[in-house]
């Protein structure tokens, strides 16, 4: 369903915690009311700066607390009063509010009026820090229309229904697991190459970025992106939007988030790109070949690097210097991308850096400079971003490569076109993947870690047998629901047979498919213990019916999803797990 929007929409991605305690407004009585708790309040478009907050009672208007957020882009609220069923935390922006852009890589102006909210069913649920994102502006339209668009008639169960509904609605599988309210990770100016991994709150940022890309040709693309999904989403069901700004279909609105996903994988660390799908290294083709040996495409497996240098020289480049042969590449110009099944990035020894992609390079020098410098990835050994920078003015080539298990994953390159303007302007992008198909150490050799068209004889025998979890959600004609109580089931089997089942819950799962060398078949491994298992068959090919389950293990820990469409649905079905354990063998 479409109807006109109510809002501008606020900001994409996590902020630091608190700061400043702001005095609350009370109403009712003749004295002061007792505090009745405290919550941080985090909007995320990216980082907001200079914009009014405010806590309120959704049955009676009442204003339970507010305040401005400053420079922090968080603000430590103190509750008082009392509140009979949900509760809105809004974000208004003045004439001088700004936040961080994603697609834009710039703080940008952030209209006045804008507006984004988060809704809680209760009062006893506004505690610790809750995020106000794209992703719960959309689930408070969506409960709004369930309740008639009247703010006091809000239900705890609308609320809840909404916010446990709008990830999958939006992202399907790649969002599993993930809690709209939780603060995702901060995404401004000091993020690098490679800094997001595969915690939930990292992904959470990461899907935002790729959400604003939606919005590219506008003035605010996480803005325009926020609200053409808010006004398509609000009756619950993915219809399909076009506008100036934004444009998609309930049928390629995943295909397009997914080409996002390909160009900010940069900031992403190869058990993210894993994870999402996006370090296949070859798209639709078979993920490059059957591994590693291939001096000529991949020059150096054990790449190292200084652990945080500015000013970085060419002779600390020896380890990295080569012709790195990628097997998906693209262009992007004008705001059009376009995608290659070949591209390359060098770098030689005097320190120039290029990144190609058919015929086309960019190229810029490390040579202690402006932006030279390489920064290890957090918690992630072998990762490192490393940046070659240009000095302010127009035209400037900037080229950023991804380090992860020591090995070159991927290059992004782009050409600013004036340093000093607000916001950024690129005027061509170039990116180039590598194939991450190729053993990760000896002692992993029984993983051939392959990102498609993988068999039985890809994965570790150990992962083979029978694993029991807790069912997280499920969103069955495009209305999810949480059943608390719930369980999933998932059997691995020797000869690549996957199962997933559920019981205790609305729709009860069962589906059966195989890890066959078929296209979509994934064997991952991308770190000591991270892996990820996909089968996928398809049904219905002309139709595009699809099932697919994905069985996987993170720093977070394992969980695993179920996805299922029918022929020219144009939703999927999913089915969520989490807290999976593998159950000894009997």
Known sequence: MRRPARFLSLSLLSIALLTACSDSDTSGGTGPTPPSGSVTVTPSLGKVFDAAVEVR??????????????????????????????????????????????????????????????????????????????????????????????????????????????????????????????????????????????????????????????GSTSGTPALAATTALADDLADGTLDGFTGTDVTYTSGNLVTLLEAEFGDFASYANAALQTLLGIDAG??????????????????????????????????????????????????????????????????????????????????????????????????????????????????????????????????????????????????????????????VTTADSDWNSRASNATASDFHSALVGNYTGTLFSESVGGSAVATPGATCAITVASDGTVTASSAGNLHPLAMTTQIAGDKDDHATFTGDTDWALRSKDVTEPVGNGYDSIVLQHTMSGMMATATRKAANASTADAWSCMSVTKQPAP
């Open 282 to 439: 070859g798209g639709d083709g078979d993920g490059g070949g059957d591994g590693g040996g291939d001096s000529g495409a991949f020059p150096n497996e054990n790449i190292t690097l200084p652990a945080t240098v500015t000013m970085l020289t060419a002779s600390e480049l020896t380890t990295v210097v080569g012709t790195y042969t990628g097997t998906r590449g693209s262009i992007k110009e004008g705001g059009t991308t376009t995608s290659y099944d070949s591209c390359s990035v060098v770098v030689a020894a005097n320190g120039n850096i290029t990144v190609s992609a058919n015929g086309q390079s960019i190229t810029q020098t490390v040579d202690a400079g402006l932006g030279d410098a390489s920064a290890p990835a957090i918690n992630n050994p072998g990762s490192w971003g490393l940046g070659a920078g240009g000095a302010p003015g127009t035209n400037v080539p900037w080229v950023n490569l991804n380090i992860g298990r020591n090995k070159m994953i991927d290059g992004y390159a782009y050409v600013v076109a004036d340093t000093s303007a607000v916001p950024t302007v690129f005027t061509k992008e170039i990116r180039c993947y590598m194939p991450i198909n190729r053993v």
């Open 57 to 214: 009672c959704a049955a009676t208007g009442t204003t339970l607390g507010s305040g401005v957020i400053g420079a922090t882009g968080s603000i430590a609220l103190t509750l008082t009063g009392s509140c009979t069923g949900p509760v809105i935390i809004e974000l208004l922006a003045s004439g001088t509010s700004t936040y961080f852009d994603e697609q834009s890589n710039a703080v940008i102006s952030l209209p006045s009026g804008t507006q984004l909210r988060s809704v809680l069913p209760s009062l006893a649920a506004v505690t610790g820090t809750i995020a106000i994102t794209p992703l719960t502006e959309i689930a408070f339209q969506q409960a709004l229309a369930a309740a008639g668009n009247v703010e006091s008639a809000l239900t705890a169960l609308q609320v809840t229904t909404a916010n446990a509904a709008v990830a999958a609605q939006v992202f399907g599988a790649a969002a599993a697991g993930i809690d709209i309210l939780q603060v995702p990770t901060l995404w401004d100016a000091s993020l690098t190459t490679g800094s997001l991994g595969d915690a939930a709150a990292d992904r959470y940022a990461f899907l935002l970025a790729a959400l604003a890309g939606l």
